[in-house]
């Protein structure tokens, strides 16, 4: 069975620094799609970014990127120049097929000001 | 684009009763809309895969007389808790799927609903 893994419960960071959130995965597929989801305390949960398997490129979105390792089924994101406003939850999700999203246990990140 | 709301956003109400929570694609047709159950500090669970004009498919171990999913239109789907007990208390989430913005993996969130049965 497809399973995520967030093996960092809480992490903090100091605003302006540089944070990164690891992920692993399990999956037998070779074409899938990886996202990571952010929940704030409003709950709104909010796409971060996303990566599709095939693509060996790494997915950026401005201060969010990704370090993808298909061969270790590994998924981190590295959020640079961390401000207030990215203290949340972090979901780490793989997408299964037939329309299904697995996610990790999440990542709670706090931004020291 | 890609707006989702849901309503009410939290509810309280008695043990026995129904509550129906509607979850509504703002700006595009959703013709795939799942709802998600999330306990306090903890993850996201799928409890159910709503299709527009068609039965939703639950997941294992939820019961469908308990949680009912109407899927109406490509804006809408309810989801109701009938016959409400402390139990249920939680935190009901819905997203969506919109095939004309994305590719169907990428899924939308509404800002989710907060039951407390008393």
């Known amino acids: 069975a497809q399973t995520v893994t967030q093996s960092q419960p809480e992490m903090s960071v100091q605003e302006a620094e540089t944070v990164t959130l690891s992920c692993t995965y399990d999956t037998s597929e070779s074409d899938y799609y990886l996202f990571w989801y952010k929940q704030p305390p409003s709950r709104q949960m909010i796409l971060v970014i996303r990566?599709?398997?095939?693509?060996?490129q790494n997915a950026t979105e401005n201060r969010f990127s990704v370090n993808f390792q298909k061969a270790a089924k590994s998924f981190s994101l590295k959020i640079s120049d961390s401000q207030l406003g990215d203290a949340a939850m972090y979901f780490c999700a793989y997408y299964l097929g037939a329309q299904k999203l697995v996610f990790g246990q999440g990542t709670r990140l706090t931004i020291n000001p | 684009g890609a707006v989702v709301s849901q309503h009410p956003s939290r509810v309280i109400c008695k043990s026995g009763t129904s509550v129906k929570i509607e979850c509504r694609s703002l700006?595009?047709?959703?013709?795939?809309m799942f709802w998600y159950r999330q306990f306090p500090k903890k993850s996201l669970m799928l409890m159910a895969t709503s299709n527009e004009g068609s039965k939703a498919t639950y997941e294992q171990g939820v019961e469908k007389d308990k949680f009912l999913i109407n899927h109406a239109s490509l804006t809408l789907s309810t989801l109701t808790v009938t016959s409400a007990h402390p139990e249920d208390s939680s935190f009901y989430i819905c997203s969506a799927i919109s095939g004309q913005l994305d590719a169907v993996e990428t899924q939308y969130f509404g800002p989710g609903t907060r039951l407390l049965v008393l």
């Open positions: 700006d595009f047709q959703a013709t795939t």
């Open positions: 990566q599709e398997a095939y693509k060996q």
